[in-house]
Each structure stands twice: as C-alpha cells, then as structure tokens.
C-alpha cells in the first residue's frame, strides 16, 4: 500500500524559511512525478511545484524565484526548500505523487499525503 506523509510544517516569521519533507513508501517504480500544492483558507488548492524522477522541474511563476523542490538520492523522497516567506504563503502543503513528467492539475496525482501546516506570521 502506498504512503505519502508530509513532515516540516510549522510557525514561522515573515522573512524565514522552511523546508517541507514528503516520503513516499510502498511504490514500485521511480518512474513517477512528486509535486506540492498548497491550499490556504477559502481558497482552491493551487499547483506550486513538481519534480520528476530525472529531476526536471516546474515550478508556479510565483513561487519558483523563493520554492525550490529536489529529490534525494532515494528517489522517493522529495522536498521543498521555502525562503523569504511572507504571510501569504500559510497554507496546507500537500504532496502527491503523480503520473507524466510534468503534472501541473490535481487529477494527475494518484496518492495524497494528509498535508503539513504552514504559517507565516508577521
């Protein structure tokens, strides 16, 4: 059965930074993409990065000059290195693992972790 636990959420200030851990557990094949999305309150869960297993990576306009997603050498871990974080980033960041080299919308993922709680305060 495969996993997916998100993990290095937290309270942080304006300005500091953060960085989010997503293991996967229980697939097959290295041949998968490994995203994040975030959704803050009373909004839609939003794309923000994705890496794929040859470690290409897309990122939201937005997010790609202070986000910086990697994979470690175990292939079935992904991160997300956050800096000059500003109120506006708290959210819940969910990882997911999902199918093509660049997948940019929720239904292209096929497992979800429960998500990791971000805020940023002033």
């Known amino acids: 059965q495969v996993q997916v636990v998100e993990s290095g959420g937290g309270l942080v200030q304006a300005g500091g930074s953060l960085r989010l851990s997503c293991a996967a557990s229980g697939l097959t094949s290295i041949e998968y993409s490994m995203g994040w999305f975030r959704q803050a309150p009373g909004k839609e869960r939003e794309f923000v990065a994705v890496?794929?297993?040859?470690?290409?990576?897309y990122y939201k306009d937005s997010m790609k000059d202070r986000f910086t997603i990697s994979r470690d050498n175990a292939k079935y871990m992904v991160y997300l290195q956050m800096s000059s974080l500003k109120p506006e980033d708290t959210a819940v960041y969910y990882c997911?693992?999902?199918?093509?080299?660049?997948?940019?919308?929720?239904?292209?993922?096929?497992?979800w972790g429960q998500g990791t709680q971000v805020t940023v305060s002033s």
């Open positions: 890496i794929n297993w040859r470690g290409g990576t």
């Open positions: 997911g693992v999902g199918n093509g080299w660049a997948p940019v919308a929720q239904s292209d993922y096929v497992y």
